[in-house]
């Protein structure tokens, strides 16, 4: 079964050994399978393929440059947004000429590739999402704080 280590609660993946802190499992990140403790990765593949943002980028103009080899394309943040997008709201969505009742933020770090992804991502989205007519949009640019504060572009999207 999981150990924890030290006194600070951090627990570790009974397959593989990553450590799964706390907030994994309050957000449902990492949790049980079968009475073993798994981390987000192999929790994820023990439930399955789920359809997420990062699955569906392709290259929206691919001589422009894209996703690089080996690393992600997408990074799902706010605590695994892609997630919310199988939610079911119960507003409805508001016909065309009428207020938004909506969100969905994108962000991305300021330099020429993370900004052609965002691109992509957006397009894709929208492409993946035809019931969805933007209202308005609003974009502003500021610190996102991770592993390292960064200067960010961050659009909000209203629908």
Not at 30 to 35: E, F, I, L, V, Y
Not at 105 to 127: M, R, T, Y
Request: aromatic share 6%.
């Amino acid at each position: 079964m999981s150990a924890i280590t030290g006194t600070n609660g951090v627990m570790t993946c009974d397959t593989c050994g990553a450590s799964i802190y706390r907030e994994h499992i309050d957000r449902g990140l990492a949790g049980r399978w079968a009475g073993h403790l798994l981390c987000p990765h192999c929790l994820a593949e023990k439930r399955g393929p789920v359809a997420s943002d990062a699955e569906h980028v392709s290259g929206a103009d691919e001589a422009e440059g894209g996703p690089h080899p080996g690393r992600s394309s997408t990074y799902t943040g706010l605590a695994g947004l892609s997630a919310l997008d199988a939610y079911h709201y119960k507003r409805p969505l508001l016909p065309a000429g009428h207020g938004a009742t909506r969100l969905r933020i994108f962000h991305c770090k300021l330099s020429e590739g993370p900004v052609l992804n965002l691109n992509q991502q957006i397009n894709e989205w929208l492409d993946m999402h035809p019931d969805v007519e933007v209202k308005f949009a609003q974009t502003t640019i500021g610190t996102w704080e991770g592993k390292h504060m960064e200067q960010h572009i961050i659009l909000a999207l209203y629908y």
